[in-house]
């Protein structure tokens, strides 16, 4: 059984900073590409940053010297480091698994998600 959980949400002041983590079991983990998104109310559910299993990064530009992805495969669990945050990064935050792979002609994803954690910025 394929499970993410999130923690590490909140509520934080304009200018603070949080740390998310995301704890995989039941999959390969070094073999996926972790990713966090995030919905506000109202909105679409956007990407905000992935990394590779090889940790190659990239942030969507809102979030570009602010947040830091990172992973840990000894422990099966990613990261995402949010600082100077402010009221437009509240959102719920969902981390995300994904691998693609192929077996002669045949490809195939696995795609996992968590329950997602509360992330508000306010004063």
């Known amino acids: 059984q394929v499970q993410l959980v999130e923690s590490g949400g909140g509520l934080v002041q304009p200018g603070g900073s949080l740390r998310l983590s995301c704890a995989a079991s039941?999959?390969?983990?070094?073999?996926?590409?972790m990713g966090w998104y995030r919905q506000a109310p109202g909105k679409q559910r956007e990407l905000v940053a992935i990394i590779s299993s090889g940790g190659t990064t990239n942030y969507v530009d809102s979030v570009k010297g602010r947040f830091t992805i990172s992973r840990d495969n000894a422990k099966n669990t990613a990261y995402l480091q949010m600082s100077r945050l402010n009221p437009e990064d509240t959102a719920v935050y969902y981390c995300?698994?994904?691998?693609?792979?192929?077996?002669?002609?045949?490809?195939?994803?696995?795609?996992?998600w968590g329950q997602g954690t509360q992330v508000t910025v306010s004063s």
């Open positions: 995300n698994a994904k691998r693609t792979w192929a077996t002669g002609r045949q490809s195939y994803t696995d795609d996992y």
């Open positions: 039941g999959i390969d983990f070094r073999r996926f590409t």
